[in-house]
């Protein structure tokens, strides 16, 4: 190229800089404008049809509560953790009567039929007795997972019980409450980390919010972590006895026993799901407790 004479070199940035002057004017005054970057929408197409994914989740739903409540008027709900870990049906008892004043038929773990209900409560209904035949099922389905005689769907914390069945009646570790035994280890939490509780009309969604063992030969726990209290300031066993701090030290106490910290803030406003079974060759001595705290509730 050849080399430009003075003049014409001065005469080209002068006119560089007054269109650089120009256009800053132009854009300053909203005459030019830059591309703006286009937010990624999902397709009308996508959105219709997690629409319809859903609309099918919640008709399968209302199709399975009608199923099972025909079967059994004691059945409530479903318990599903979005993992797959646990997917269970549960019922309740209110005692060993039914509504017409009838009583159950309802069996002790060896299998005897309860002819006297004085020393029983509604706990004690299907405990071993299998909610769709109303028979003695030790084996196979290892009776019911049932909620507390005392809970109300309103009350702050909602107990739930399931069997937990030794390798020798269960090598696929698949029945009941079984598989909660995965949650005692910390590299098992965060893909089972939430559940949904699925009623007649309403979907609650949970997450795990601490996992501890409960033993029933310590004193101290059964001071300090009181599970099955319905509302946590109540003592359900002792006339109802209102204690302002329970909460608060009880969510400390399950703290200090929990297995692991999973990160999820518990605290005393929130309403609870508490899933109890034994823990493996523990029976009656070694209990998990497993609470979820509530994240969300839609009817449907």
Known sequence: MK????????GLIITILALCATVYVLFYAGVITLPQ????????EAV???????????ESYRALYKENKAINEDYVGEIIFD???INVSFVQA????????????????????????????????????YWKTGKYDYNDNGGSTFMDYRNNLADQNLIVYGHHFSVWNDETRTKAFTPLEQLL???NYQKNRYATLVLENEIRKYEVACVYEFDATKEEDYIDLQYWRTNYNYDDYDGNAYDENYYKNYIAAAHESEHYPTGVEWTTNDQT??????IGGHAGE?????????ISSETY
Do not use: H
């Open 185 to 187: 280890e910390q590299e």
């Open 286 to 294: 070694l209990f998990e407790i497993v609470v979820l705290r509530q």
């Open 3 to 10: 080399n430009m004479n003075k003049k014409t070199l001065t």
């Open 48 to 58: 219709v049809e997690t629409e319809d994914k859903k609309d099918e989740l919640l």
């Open 94 to 129: 209110r005692s060993c009567f039914k509504e017409n004043g009838e009583m159950y038929t309802f069996y002790t773990e060896d299998g005897k039929q309860v002819t006297d209900a004085s020393q029983y409560n509604g706990n004690d209904v299907y405990i071993w007795t």
């Open 83 to 85: 993992s797959g870990l």
């Open 37 to 44: 970057k286009q937010e990624s929408l999902p397709s009308e």
């Open 273 to 278: 799901l508490t899933l109890q079974t034994c």
